[in-house]
């Protein structure tokens, strides 16, 4: 599996998964993704923040769900 991302914005942040293991591919696709205004940072994702965004009602790639034991 490769590495989830948590992206930070300027407006909040997001669960993603480039398929890529890789930092700096990674953070070129968030830039690409969001724009270089709104983007912040990026970091891999933690069970917690994948959690959090769970909670909060957000969308979760199907490898998020899965690391999270929240299934389909």
């Known amino acids: 599996m490769t590495t989830l991302w948590t ?3 300027d407006y909040g942040m997001a669960i993603k998964d480039y ?3 890789d930092y700096n591919a990674a953070e070129q696709c968030a830039i690409r993704e969001v724009g270089t205004r ?3 940072s990026i970091e891999e994702a933690t069970k917690d923040e ?3 965004v769970a909670g909060m009602g957000g969308y979760l790639p199907k490898a998020a769900r899965e ?3 929240l299934g389909e």
Do not use: E, K, N, S
Request: proline share 0%.
């Open 7 to 9: 992206v930070h914005t």
């Open 19 to 21: 398929h890529t293991d």
């Open 38 to 40: 709104a983007f912040r």
């Open 50 to 52: 994948i959690l959090w």
């Open 67 to 69: 690391l999270a034991g």
